[in-house]
């Protein structure tokens, strides 16, 4: 059973959840049971708009709260595959990668850079127990070197085919179900956003049902 409306102090949902249709609030409700804050995306210079769509629509799907998106040459253009998603996450935007990765050290992420190298660590071996923000870059140039002295780990997804590669939005999404799916089994509910974070959470999403008619 989902909590009730009284369950969470935020005055935005106090005052305005009433308001919604009983389905889209259980709704609410279950999906914000989901979110972490634990595993983050960055995508850097993704060129095709439909890529960088596909990327954060894998976030959404995936229950990733945050993103980040550093803009050194490419603008940031999602298509319309993300469908909306973007009025659920939280998108933080850059310019520089050693902004963003300061952000993030700052914050206590551990970064990983989807970069081939003979050091790569294979993704299933990524460390799960301290939060970790993934790193992908443009489609043709990948991660850019800037990136280099910052990252913990350079990561590659082991195949076994022909193949040497996969689209970028396919390796996002390959990436975030692993990492997701072994973070929940390590840390349990420790790894879904704290009650106060989940509280905040609601509030900016029903006020954001809301803003969408006025």
């Known amino acids: 059973m989902s909590e009730g409306t009284d369950t969470?102090?935020?005055?935005?949902w106090l005052d305005l959840s009433h308001r919604l249709q009983?389905?889209?609030r259980e709704r609410l409700l279950e999906v914000s049971a989901k979110r972490t804050e634990h595993i983050r995306l960055v995508v850097q210079d993704i060129h095709h708009p439909h890529n960088i769509s596909a990327c954060?629509?894998?976030a959404e799907a995936f229950g990733i709260l945050?993103?980040?998106?550093?803009?050194m040459k490419e603008s940031f253009k999602p298509s319309t595959v993300a469908r909306g998603?973007?009025?659920w996450?939280?998108?933080h935007r850059y310019d520089q990668p050693a902004s963003c990765a300061q952000r993030l050290k700052k914050?206590?992420?551990i970064l990983a850079g989807a970069y081939p190298s003979q050091d790569s660590t294979p993704l299933e071996e990524l460390p799960v127990d301290r939060p970790i923000a993934v790193v992908f870059g443009n489609e043709h140039d990948g991660v850019h070197d800037s990136w280099l002295p910052h990252l913990d780990y350079n990561f590659t997804i082991p195949m076994v085919g022909f193949v040497e590669s996969l689209n970028i939005s396919v390796s996002c999404a390959v990436t975030l179900y692993e990492l997701t799916r072994r973070a929940k089994q390590a840390l349990g509910d420790t790894y879904y956003?704290?009650?106060e974070a989940r509280n905040a959470l609601l509030g900016e999403w029903v006020r954001q049902q809301f803003s969408w008619y006025s």
Do not use: E, N, Q
């Not at 969470?8 to 935005?12: C, R, S």
């Open 8 to 12: 969470f102090t935020d005055p935005a």
């Open 22 to 24: 009983p389905s889209r």
């Open 56 to 58: 954060l629509r894998s």
């Open 66 to 71: 945050h993103t980040d998106v550093v803009t």
């Open 85 to 87: 998603v973007h009025h």
């Open 89 to 91: 996450l939280k998108i």
């Open 107 to 109: 914050a206590g992420y």
């Open 193 to 195: 956003l704290s009650g």
